[in-house]
C-alpha cells in the first residue's frame, strides 16, 4: 500500500505533528490512532483509514524496535487488532497473560474493553479468558490463606 499523502497526515492528524515516539507516547498515540480510525470508519474516508493504519504499523514498528524496553504485548496484540490481524492479536493478548504476567486491568480487557469486543465470541479469546479468570482465583484464594493464617 503506498504510502499516505502529507495533505492526508494534516487532513486526519492535524498539521502539528505527532509528538515523537517514545516509550511514554506510544500507548497514547495508540490510543489516538484508536479514535481517527473510529472516526475514519464513521466518515467512510478510505484516505483518512489508510493514514491511520500507517500510523499503527509505525506504532508496531517503534515496539519491535524497542523490545529492550520490555513494552507489553497488550498494546501491540491492540494494534494488530485494529489492523485487523486476529491471529496476531490474539497470540499478544495470551502474551501479555502468560508472559507479562499483566493482571492489573484484566477484569477491563476481557469483559469490558470494547476494543476487544470483536473477538470476545472467538472461542481462542474465551479460553484467554477461562485462563485469566482461573490465574485470579487462585490469587483470590492465596490471598484468603493468608489473611486466615496470618
Same mark, same amino acid.
Not at 48 to 55: G, S
Given at each position: 500500500?503506498?504510502?499516505?499523502t502529507p495533505e492526508?497526515?494534516?487532513? *486526519?492528524?492535524?498539521?502539528?505533528?505527532?509528538?515523537?515516539? &517514545? @516509550?511514554f507516547?506510544?500507548? *497514547?498515540?495508540?490510543?489516538?490512532?484508536?479514535?481517527?480510525? +473510529?472516526?475514519?470508519?464513521?466518515?467512510?474516508?478510505?484516505d483518512?483509514r +489508510?493514514a *491511520?493504519e500507517?500510523?499503527?504499523?509505525?506504532?508496531? @514498528?517503534w515496539?519491535?524496535? &524497542?523490545? !529492550?524496553?520490555?513494552?507489553h504485548?497488550?498494546?501491540?496484540?491492540?494494534?494488530?487488532?485494529?489492523?485487523?490481524?486476529r491471529?496476531? +492479536?490474539?497470540?499478544?493478548?495470551a502474551a @501479555?497473560?502468560?508472559?507479562?504476567?499483566?493482571?492489573?486491568q484484566?477484569?477491563?480487557?476481557?469483559?469490558?474493553?470494547p476494543?476487544?469486543?470483536?473477538? !470476545?465470541?472467538?472461542?481462542?479469546?474465551?479460553?484467554? @479468558?477461562?485462563? *485469566?479468570r482461573?490465574h485470579?482465583?487462585?490469587? !483470590?484464594?492465596?490471598?484468603?490463606?493468608?489473611?486466615?493464617?496470618?
Amino acid at each position: 500500500m503506498p504510502a499516505t499523502t502529507p495533505e492526508t497526515r494534516c487532513r *486526519v492528524f492535524g498539521c502539528f505533528g505527532s509528538p515523537k515516539l &517514545n @516509550a511514554f507516547t506510544y500507548r *497514547v498515540r495508540l490510543m489516538l490512532a484508536q479514535l481517527h480510525l +473510529a472516526h475514519a470508519a464513521k466518515t467512510r474516508d478510505p484516505d483518512a483509514r +489508510a493514514a *491511520v493504519e500507517e500510523e499503527i504499523r509505525g506504532i508496531v @514498528a517503534w515496539m519491535d524496535a &524497542n523490545e !529492550r524496553l520490555s513494552l507489553h504485548h497488550l498494546p501491540r496484540g491492540l494494534a494488530k487488532l485494529l489492523l485487523g490481524d486476529r491471529e496476531a +492479536a490474539l497470540a499478544e493478548l495470551a502474551a @501479555a497473560f502468560d508472559e507479562d504476567h499483566d493482571y492489573r486491568q484484566w477484569w477491563y480487557t476481557i469483559d469490558h474493553d470494547p476494543s476487544w469486543s470483536p473477538l !470476545r465470541d472467538d472461542p481462542r479469546f474465551k479460553a484467554i @479468558a477461562d485462563r *485469566v479468570r482461573a490465574h485470579v482465583q487462585q490469587q !483470590r484464594a492465596a490471598l484468603e490463606v493468608l489473611r486466615r493464617d496470618g
